[in-house]
Structures are given as structure tokens and as C-alpha cells.
């Protein structure tokens, strides 16, 4: 369990709307190595990790990914509030207005939902550990 003190550490402020950088942006939330499902892979691996000081480690970092994935969302309902259908066509998010108009809905960049499928938890703390390393490279 955690303390949550709801608010954004970091507060998002974006006073131009963008649907074409928000298009972008998405798939940090949902793509294969968006903050979805890094807080998932951090905090399903944990468990099988053999030291404690691991365990700890990786649900803090789960629990930090968890806290990107909120200011993404902040972010790409700053860039898209307000847009028009016609600005969200113009920047190639018409199908996505059509399912979800403005709302947030976890998706890569492509227009793929957000799947576990991206991520993996063998319990084999090497395995656990590499996938791990690539998957953030892959962001960096």
C-alpha cells in the first residue's frame, strides 16, 4: 500500500494545445516501452527476485513508473483539450477521436492498444533484470 498525496510532484503546465506532439507523446503511456508497462514489469518481477534489497528496489521503481504514467496523462490532456475534430484529424488522431474523443486511453503512437503482451516476467532474476535494461534503453 502507498501513501498518495494527490498531487504531481512535478506539475504539468502546457498552455499550447499540440495533438500532433500528443500523438507522439501517447505511446510513452501505452507503447511497448511506455510507463504502463514498466510499472507493471518492475512490479510483477519483484517477486521473484532473491534478495530484499532487489525486491525493494524494484518496487520502488514500479511505483515510480506508475507516477510518469500520470503526468503523461496530464500531459496529452493538456495538449488535446480543447482540439477540435478537425485539429485531431489534421494531426492524425481522427480514429482515436472517433473511439475515445479527448479521453486518455493508453495506446502506442501506431494506434496499438496498451498489451502485457510488451513486457515480460520469467522469474529468472538475470532474464528479469536484461529485459529490464532494454527495455529502458530502448526510452532513452
Not at 510507463?35 to 517477486?47: D, K, V, W
Not at 503526468?71 to 480514429?95: N, P, V
Not at 472517433?98 to 532474464?127: E, M, V
Request: proline content about 5%; overall charge negative.
Amino acid at each position: 500500500m502507498w501513501i498518495y498525496e494527490k498531487k504531481l510532484q512535478f506539475p504539468v503546465n502546457i498552455t499550447k494545445r499540440d495533438p500532433a506532439m500528443a500523438k507522439i507523446i501517447i505511446s510513452q503511456l501505452g507503447g511497448p516501452d511506455g510507463e504502463l508497462g514498466a510499472s507493471n514489469r518492475y512490479l510483477a518481477q519483484r517477486y521473484a527476485m532473491p534478495y530484499d534489497e532487489v525486491k525493494a528496489l524494484l518496487t520502488d521503481i514500479g511505483t515510480e513508473e506508475m507516477a510518469h504514467a500520470e503526468i503523461i496523462c496530464a500531459m496529452l490532456y493538456q495538449l488535446t483539450h480543447g482540439a477540435s475534430a478537425e485539429e485531431l484529424k489534421r494531426a492524425g488522431m481522427d480514429a482515436y477521436y472517433t473511439d475515445h474523443t479527448t479521453g486518455i486511453w493508453p495506446q502506442s503512437a501506431g494506434g496499438l492498444p496498451f498489451d502485457a503482451l510488451t513486457f515480460q516476467s520469467k522469474g529468472d532474476p538475470i532474464t528479469d533484470l536484461v529485459e529490464d535494461m532494454a527495455a529502458d534503453a530502448a526510452i532513452a
